[in-house]
């Protein structure tokens, strides 16, 4: 482990608090969209920067901005991946995990195009499609769920977890 992951991961429950305690004032609720894009069995995951684990990839629904532009804007971001097709919406979730207050709507997305793999940046560090049976170990309990949901027709829970 690096020097700058190890001070990443000490920091990690400070930074979140803070970042929601300023969320919470400034907005009173958050909204958020992931996207659970699937080519073929492999799906598309994210590793941030600030926060430890794999993701689906998405982010925070903006004011004036539907799930959908979000949707569209955060994998254009987050992984070079444009929609060519509707994308399903799988369900919307509580994310008590991170506050009372925070909502996440996932999408299956399986009509895009992705020219190519984005260099890592200050926020995306790495990412990639993965078989389903084989994600990195790292990959958190809120996306195995959302990706068994879908791939495995397991029945989606109300929390994020």
Known sequence: MTALQHLRKRLEPQLR????L???MARGMTLGVRGVVLDGDKVF?????YVAGWHLPG???EVGETFLEALRR???EEGRIELTGEPVLHGLFLNAHVSRRD???VYIVRQFRQDR???PNYEIVECGF???GALPAETTRGTRLRIAEVLDGVAPIATWR
Not at 17 to 20: D, K, P, Q
Not at 45 to 49: I, T
Request: no cysteine; glycine share 8%.
């Open 117 to 119: 793999l984005p260099e």
């Open 17 to 20: 608090r803070a970042f929601h």
């Open 103 to 105: 909502h996440v709507a």
């Open 59 to 61: 982010g925070g629904v």
């Open 130 to 132: 993965y078989a389903a």
């Open 22 to 24: 300023y969320w919470r």
């Open 74 to 76: 955060e994998l254009a």
């Open 45 to 49: 995951l994210v590793r941030h920067s």
